[in-house]
């Protein structure tokens, strides 16, 4: 598998993860007006850890 862009615990346990290949993929294919705007870059790394 890829480097994960982030990964966070949701409140019901279990851990969501998105890589950087599938970060590209959702910018440029399935959300292009979701560009720039990478996880860290909002300052949500860590927030809810």
Request: hydrophobic share 35%.
């Amino acid at each position: 598998m890829g480097k994960n862009l982030f990964e966070v615990d949701t409140p019901l346990g279990f851990a969501v993860r998105c890589t950087v290949a599938y970060w590209r993929f959702i910018v440029s294919d399935k959300h292009p007006i979701m560009a720039g705007m990478d996880y860290r870059k909002q300052g949500r790394e860590g927030k809810d850890s």
